[in-house]
């Protein structure tokens, strides 16, 4: 029997009377009804806040959560020290007080944008990757059929010079080729399998987002958690040898030297694949190239600047010419030769608190003294934004050529990182998972950069420490320095950079060195090299490392990593 509701060519129906067409929903309750019995479900529960709007209107009304503690009331805010959705009852408590409260409206919004993002990674990266390696795979296998075809084509024709005497003998050898194509093929096969099992299980993810970013429901989209760094672990990349077919002499013994066949080997190299990213020049975009330290770096050249006073930072606009940063002005020099390019001065005429590059070559300064955040664009600079009751400090372009700053409050009480998208607020990053700070506050340099598995990391100059958060900006770890250090003096953080390796690269002020860490916070070694006064840094897209020398006003280029 059919079922009354979906009858007649799938027509919805009254969920109460069953019968009558839907022209009204309780976005409170989610039922469907007809106007006729709107009154009978409102008297059926007198407790419940029913919300009541046409049907047509249901799919665009937010379906608040339920709270857990307060049966039936309704969650319009969200707690973010304590990571849940909170009701009117319990903001009445003291439970919650002094927490940062946030509209779960507002927070439905950042969880969509952060789910949207990770499914254009998948979208845009990831799947990509794992297309680029069936193409590699099948590529392989073809060629492995085609000089398996030489090696035979070979023996069979050696295999004519000895008669019909060796007639067996050439095909137990041809029989020995087919055996190891099989071998090496069924382990590709079964390379290419589990690879395409990935890109499907990645397609169920984004199905998952899709479902998710296609529902009003805040606790589907608030419980849904993407996996997407399971898939940056992106497979081995099989590596086969192929036999080689040695001929023999036919004076000589015919069973020794007729021919023989070397054995052949599968291994799995680590990084023989990566995820694709943007890059900013030829030879990083390609893949990765796995690069050593060097025991002994080496200063490659050294930029005389030309300010009256302090040199501050340094920025690569390519591998030729890098913005430099001090007494009022921004300067553009030639690295191969050291000279001035151009000169361009801030709008206030004041220091600019520090520069950066974005990813199509338009140089972007903070202005502390008036609170602006400002790119420069044939020669002329245009505000992008004006803080209120925020000054800022540091600033880098990421890899979406998004920006991430650094910034205290007017009254040195605390301290975040934001990341615009043009003069848009997509994220801040300020409180740990306790609630607590994660930066100082005391208007000290805070200098940022993105890593490439998309850390964010901040050398906060007050806190004297290294602080790394992921791209949820979820605490990751603190780097305070290493004892000993080169001059027996505190861990003083200024400028930080990222290279090509996931290491990390900070100055250290009062030791006239640079640090470098890897990924996850463990020291590898120091720079020396002469420097001093060590401030800004950078790296070009060969990973050489500029360091700007603050008092002596000069940039030394360093190599410090060299080719595996």
């Not at 085609?146 to 010079?161: F, M």
């Not at 093929?185 to 169920?204: G, M």
């Not at 801040?428 to 940022?448: A, C, H, N, W």
């Amino acid at each position: 029997m059919m079922d009354p509701r979906t009858s007649a060519q799938d027509v919805m129906r009254c969920d109460l009377c069953e019968t009558a067409l839907v022209q009204m929903h309780c976005a409170t309750c989610l039922v469907n009804l007809c106007k006729a019995c709107v009154g009978e479900h409102f008297s059926a529960d007198l407790s419940n806040p029913h919300r009541i709007v046409d049907v047509k209107d249901r799919n665009s009304t937010l379906l608040y959560p339920g709270c857990t503690s307060h049966e039936k009331e309704r969650c319009e805010m969200y707690c973010n020290p304590c990571h849940i959705p909170v009701c009117s009852t319990c903001l009445a408590s003291s439970q919650h007080l002094g927490h940062e409260l946030l509209k779960v409206s507002d927070v439905l919004n950042m969880k969509i944008e952060m789910i949207t993002k990770n499914k254009t990674e998948l979208n845009e990266t990831i799947i990509p990757t794992y297309q680029d390696i069936v193409s590699d795979v099948r590529n392989r296998m073809s060629q492995l059929e085609k000089k398996y075809g030489d090696l035979s084509a070979a023996i069979t024709k050696h295999g004519e010079d000895w008669h019909r005497e060796i007639d067996k003998l050439v095909q137990k050898l041809k029989s020995e080729v087919e055996e190891m194509k099989t071998t090496q093929l069924h382990t590709l096969q079964k390379h290419l399998d589990e690879v395409n099992k990935k890109i499907s299980d990645i397609n169920d993810e984004i199905n998952s987002m899709d479902d998710a970013l296609d529902s009003n429901d805040f606790s589907k989209v608030f419980s849904l958690m993407p996996n997407v760094d399971e898939y940056k672990n992106v497979p081995h990349k099989i590596l086969s040898s192929l036999p080689k077919f040695n001929p023999g002499r036919i004076q000589e013994e015919l069973g020794k030297l007729f021919g023989t066949l070397s054995s052949i080997s599968v291994r799995s190299e680590e990084h023989g694949y990566s995820i694709k990213t943007t890059q900013k020049s030829p030879e990083a975009a390609s893949s990765p190239v796995i690069k050593q330290l060097l025991d002994e770096p080496q200063t490659v050249t050294t930029i005389h600047t030309e300010y009256s006073h302090n040199l501050y930072d340094v920025a690569c606009l390519s591998d030729e010419e890098i913005w430099t940063s001090g007494t009022g002005n921004m300067k553009l020099y030639r690295i191969k030769q050291g000279s001035l390019l151009k000169s361009i001065t801030t709008k206030t005429g004041k220091i600019p608190e520090d520069i950066a590059v974005t990813n199509s070559g338009a140089l972007v300064y903070t202005d502390f003294s008036d609170r602006t955040l400002n790119i420069v664009k044939n020669e002329e600079i245009q505000t992008v934004i004006t803080l209120q009751g925020w000054r800022p400090h540091n600033v880098c372009s990421i890899s979406s050529d998004d920006l991430l700053v650094t910034m205290d409050n007017d009254d040195k009480t605390q301290s975040k990182v934001v990341h615009y998208s043009g003069s848009t607020e997509k994220q801040t990053i300020q409180f740990d998972d306790q609630g607590k700070p994660l930066y100082s506050s005391d208007y000290k340099e805070k200098y940022i950069s993105e890593n490439r598995n998309l850390d964010i990391c901040v050398a906060d100059c007050g806190a004297t420490a290294v602080v790394v958060v992921n791209q949820a900006g979820k605490l990751r770890f603190r780097y305070t320095g290493r004892t000993p250090a080169p001059k027996n003096k505190p861990f003083y953080p200024r400028g930080i950079t990222t290279d090509s390796q996931s290491h990390i690269l900070t100055a250290d002020y009062y030791n006239d060195c640079v640090h470098i860490i890897d990924q996850d916070g463990q020291f590898l070694c120091y720079i020396d090299c002469g420097l001093s006064d060590t401030w800004g840094l950078c790296t070009d897209t060969n990973d050489n490392l500029f360091v700007a020398q603050c008092r002596n006003k000069q940039v030394k280029k360093i190599k410090y990593l060299q080719k595996n």
